[in-house]
């Protein structure tokens, strides 16, 4: 039995790739959402607030999501690597996996953060259905801008890190598909066949 043949049977969990997709595509959503709301669109306009909203609503979904994911992970053993593939592709992988589970928790938090202590003190209120509450810590604070500014530059640049990494996933899967041909991409993608040698 090949190697792309073992990968093929060996797949993720069908709750794994549901929600690694459904937490893909809300990054993505964010991170075009984020662009729009801050560098494109007027900061007065009334769809950049309608935006600012769902931004929040999604970044707690992803957050409560990311957190199913990981528990998830902790408690189903994922398939293995192929073994013939290098160790410091593993360890890379390893290291991807977690630095990805890292960004999906603190993005999420810092933007939390962010909006618990800011100074305008606007409620959350997911989807415009569910009153979400503000990180209780910053009550205390008196001079609420620099403690807003710095998570703000906190979420930036987590969020900057998290296309890079996305990034380097997307191109590291193509190539195993494509080059390596080895069935890793195969493992989460629904219906995806590893290609034949």
Do not use: C
Request: no cysteine; net charge positive; proline share 8%.
């Amino acid at each position: 039995m090949t190697t792309a043949d073992l990968a093929a049977r060996e797949r993720y969990s069908r709750v794994a790739q549901a929600l690694h997709w459904i937490i893909a595509l809300l990054i993505i959503g964010q991170v075009i959402g984020g662009v729009a709301m801050t560098k494109v669109l007027p900061k007065t306009d009334a769809l950049t607030f309608e935006i600012y909203q769902l931004h929040k609503s999604f970044g707690i979904t992803i957050l409560l999501l990311s957190v199913a994911r990981l528990g998830w992970r902790l408690t189903h053993r994922p398939p293995a690597l192929p073994a013939e593939m290098p160790t410091w592709q593993k360890r890379v992988s390893h290291f991807t996996h977690v630095a990805f589970y890292g960004f999906m928790i603190a993005i999420p938090l810092s933007g939390w953060a962010m909006v618990s202590v800011s100074p305008y003190n606007i409620p959350t209120v997911l989807f415009e259905v569910i009153p979400w509450p503000h990180l209780p810590f910053w009550e205390g604070v008196d001079d609420k801008k620099p403690v807003e500014a710095v998570f703000k530059q906190v979420h930036e640049l987590l969020g900057l890190a998290m296309v890079a990494l996305l990034a380097l996933h997307i191109g590291a899967a193509l190539k195993h598909h494509f080059k390596d041909r080895d069935g890793v991409l195969a493992r989460m993608v629904p219906g995806l066949h590893p290609p034949r040698a």
